[in-house]
């Protein structure tokens, strides 16, 4: 099939390594994806138009912000729409963003099918966040690209009811989680690494991602220094604005030499550096999230300390792929971090049982791409032909 795939994606962050790694799985089943997208610079390292109405972006008022944003469709339809008259696409995936309309009016130019992929209910969430001006706005033309589309899918049971809430009819929904590539996370547990760190005889709670306060990565620390346990150790790879405060927490606790941080590491690093952890954290997180550090962390087969939110649970069962805690409990985080510190059969069991979970689930990105192309493909044949 061939697939036009549209977004507006600046950040290299884990949004970019969902397009990636879903685009590369429709490649591998053979389909052919043509992408249609903002770009932050140029191969000559000069900015493109839309990387630089990002910029501007930040020194106008917040409400002109949005007012770009929106905007920004009219210049994201022409190329879209030579696009699609240059390949004749059979669908368009879109990865939803706010006030963007320009897939949902080039389906109703082409009369293909239009699919589009949820993250987050991003008015929502940027409301809560006093990030959005243009409220009535963004409700309105998200409600319009939610109920245009041919499918609708959101990453989570919890987020398909708010998706269901805003009047998407119930046959449009189909969620889909996040995923991972398993055969990235095979032999990565040779202790090559651990010997690397220093961390061999050591139990390591590992953490992957961009270091803030709200992650709660200084409660593991004093989990530490309650137990007096100078063989725990606690591997961070990454950084972020709450790394000084840590290593100062550690310091003050009388623990740094139980913290190592690697620093921001490259996504095709990530999956070695999992193979050094003993229990992966899953720190907070919103409750329509489907988180990708977890899909990795189940795929390198660590035990896992995760919040306990039922779009969590929607992934993990608690005692048997993971341990579920509530995220507010410091005691509870204690007690998950000194039962696997303790128990070896417990952590490898459930280690196993974790890796076991992507397979059992295909919680995997080819696996997604099947999905979404099968599903186009029932929509193609559903589509009223010309003449009838």
Known sequence: ????????????????????????????????????????????????????????????????????????????????????????????????????????????????????????????????????????????????????????????????????????????????????????????????????????????FGFVGYVREWHGLDRVLHAFAHLADPDLHLLIVGEGPASEALRQTAQDLGIAAQLTFTGARPHEEIPALLGAFDVALQPDVTDYASPLKLFEYLAAGCALIAPDRPNIRELVTDGETALLIDPKDDKALSDAIAVLARDTVKRRALGQAAHDLIEKRDFTWDGNARKVTNLADRLIRQAPKNGT
């Open 1 to 204: 099939m061939r697939i036009l795939y549209h977004h507006r994606i600046l950040a290299a962050d884990g949004m970019q390594v969902h397009v990636k790694e879903l685009v590369g799985a429709f490649e591998r089943l053979g389909h052919q994806v043509h992408m249609v997208g903002p770009q932050a610079a140029k191969s000559d390292g000069k900015q493109t138009l839309t990387g630089r109405l990002g910029d501007l972006r930040a020194h106008f008022p917040a409400v002109l912000g949005e007012v770009l944003e929106a905007g920004y469709n009219f210049k994201a339809y022409p190329p879209l729409k030579r696009e699609a008259h240059a390949v004749s696409p059979d669908f368009i995936y879109e990865r939803y963003n706010s006030f963007l309309l320009a897939g949902l009016w080039l389906k109703r130019r082409l009369g293909i099918p239009y699919l589009i992929e949820v993250n987050a209910p991003l008015c929502h969430e940027r409301a809560l966040l006093g990030n959005l001006q243009l409220q009535g706005l963004a409700r309105a033309m998200e409600r319009k690209v939610w109920r245009g589309a041919d499918a609708v899918l959101p990453v989570s049971d919890a987020l398909a009811d708010y998706v269901r809430r805003e009047g998407v009819a119930e046959g449009r929904i189909h969620v889909i989680p996040n995923g991972v590539r398993p055969e990235l996370y095979r032999d990565i547990r040779n202790g090559k690494l651990r010997t690397k760190l220093g961390l061999d005889g050591k139990t390591v």
